[in-house]
């Protein structure tokens, strides 16, 4: 499974920005697609994961401003940003996990993308 994301960009405080994540080759069903984010100097954090059921979870600082979502083929997923703050400068990476009953999950990563968000 390979990871492309795109989407970031420069956008004022206010502003509105949608990511997205493309997967190319087969995807396990069970699986947690999600995104992560790593601002300069600071350590990659937790954004947020949709689940293969559909069910979403996400970090404090951005419930209720950030949506993730998938396309109906469950192939790619999506990271809607909306009353973006400075603080939510950084790359954006996406992550697909796949979740196995017999082995070990697998784990792919994007190559990111910098969402800068400007005061």
């Known amino acids: 499974v390979q990871l492309q994301a795109s989407g970031g960009g420069l956008v004022q405080a206010g502003g509105s920005l949608r990511l997205s994540c493309a997967a190319s080759?087969?995807?396990?069903?069970?699986?947690?697609m999600g995104w992560y984010r790593q601002a300069p100097g600071k350590q990659r954090e937790y954004v947020g994961t949709?689940?293969?059921?559909?069910?979403?979870d996400y970090a404090d600082s951005v419930e209720g401003r950030f949506t993730i979502s998938t396309n109906n083929a469950k192939n790619t997923v999506y990271l809607q940003m909306n009353s973006l703050k400075p603080e939510d400068t950084a790359v954006y990476y996406c992550?697909?996990?796949?979740?196995?009953?017999?082995?070990?999950?697998?784990?792919?990563w994007g190559q990111g993308t910098q969402v800068t968000v400007s005061s």
């Open positions: 949709i689940t293969s059921y559909g069910g979403t």
């Open positions: 992550n697909v996990m796949e979740l196995f009953r017999d082995r070990r999950p697998s784990d792919y």
């Open positions: 080759g087969i995807i396990y069903s069970i699986n947690v």
